[in-house]
């Protein structure tokens, strides 16, 4: 019965029906980052706002962002304006971000034993951002597919305990190695707020979750199950304890043949995959698993011309024996011209 609900409704929905594991004739399309600073209308609005988080915590500018790309290119998803460090800002650890360098955060240390952070999320902070996804839902067009998401455990840790960008993740590499009891609580605390966030991420009207796993590839061989797989696989399942068809998007950045892993042992509906995974090796070895959702080079885009679109047609022929989901292999860089953007869209739609 609530099979053939879903089935209905994704009728409307190309990319939401793509989740359901129907082949659409063209892949429903949507970038990572789609609202972003390649946008002249996104660089006006966030010039309003000093502070990036408060920008995130703004439904007036939060919403309108959220739309500026689904008004330009009519894409199938509108992703919710926010970033996966709210999670972090809403236990009680200040984030901020540095206007080209990115986020800071006051590093946790271990032998605080977590006494830095609430006992749970306080979804009280995180209300704008469920009253923006209010306002972008009735604003959406109806084919469009809303996401909401956040970071997974693992990623959104290593922010945690580093307190900033870091290129090799040494600083959360260490804790496994010394004091993984630590990196399990933190995990285990991430695990519960993220299910309590995306609850009411469902329950304010997105139709799907993107979970962010960006740092899979800095995960060894032997922890991959203990710290992002099971973390991640807990929170979906936790998910749809409330809400038992919630759909949802996996992504593990880096995580080459672990790719496989994602897709068959998180619970999730369709695997993300990242620029540096060959779409002929996907289509054969990730598709018959699950839809796949990817994975054109940024810097394709930012380049433009013959090269972008043999390699737009290259994906979607990998992918065409199967349900697909047209994206970048990680989030649209600044620098990325407005009108090879749109050359893509076209390429994309046909
Ligand atoms: O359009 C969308 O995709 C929705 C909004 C969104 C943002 N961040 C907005 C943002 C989403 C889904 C994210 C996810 C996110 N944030 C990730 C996971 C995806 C990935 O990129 O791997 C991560 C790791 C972050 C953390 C983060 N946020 C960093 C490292 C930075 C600074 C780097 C940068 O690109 O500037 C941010 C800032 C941020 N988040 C911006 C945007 C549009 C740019 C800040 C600005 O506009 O001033």
Request: glycine share 8%.
């Amino acid at each position: 019965m609530t099979q053939s609900v879903n089935k209905l409704v994704s009728v409307d929905k190309p990319l939401l029906a793509t989740l359901n594991g129907i082949q659409q004739k063209r892949p429903p399309l949507w970038i990572m980052r789609q609202a972003g600073r390649y946008l002249p209308e996104y660089r006006e609005v966030r010039a309003r706002s000093k502070n990036f988080i408060d920008f995130c915590y703004s439904p007036d500018l939060a919403t309108e962002v959220t739309l500026q790309p689904i008004r330009r290119f009519g894409f199938d998803a509108a992703i919710l304006f926010s970033d996966i460090l709210v999670v972090p800002d809403a236990l009680g650890q200040g984030v901020s971000f540095v206007e080209n360098e990115g986020p800071r955060l006051p590093p946790l240390l271990v032998e605080n034993n977590l006494s830095e952070l609430k006992d749970s999320i306080d979804l009280d902070r995180l209300a704008p951002v469920f009253e923006t996804i209010g306002r972008v839902k009735e604003a959406l067009p109806k084919e469009t597919t809303f996401l909401g998401f956040c970071g997974a455990p693992w990623t959104v840790a290593s922010y945690m305990i580093a307190g900033k960008s870091t290129p090799e993740l040494a600083p959360i590499r260490l804790v496994v190695y010394r004091n993984p009891e630590y990196l399990t609580r933190l995990i285990d605390l991430l695990v519960d707020s993220s299910i309590a966030y995306l609850c009411r991420q469902v329950e304010a009207g997105v139709d799907a979750l993107q979970i962010f796993e960006s740092f899979a590839g800095a995960l060894t061989a032997d922890g991959i199950e203990q710290w992002s797989i099971g973390p991640i696989r807990r929170i979906i399942e936790g998910v749809r304890k409330r809400h038992a068809h919630a759909k949802f998007i996996v992504f593990g950045r880096g995580s080459g043949a672990n790719h496989v892993q994602y897709a068959t042992k998180t619970g999730a509906d369709a695997v993300a995959i990242d620029w540096g995974t060959d779409p002929h090796w996907a289509a054969a070895t990730l598709q018959p698993l699950k839809p796949v959702q990817g994975n054109l080079d940024p810097l394709a885009v930012v380049a433009g011309g013959d090269q972008l679109d043999r390699r737009v047609d290259g994906i979607i022929e990998a992918f065409s024996k199967g349900p697909h989901i047209f994206n970048f292999g990680h989030g649209i860089v600044p620098e990325t011209p407005v009108a090879h953007v749109e050359r893509l869209v076209k390429r994309v739609r046909g």
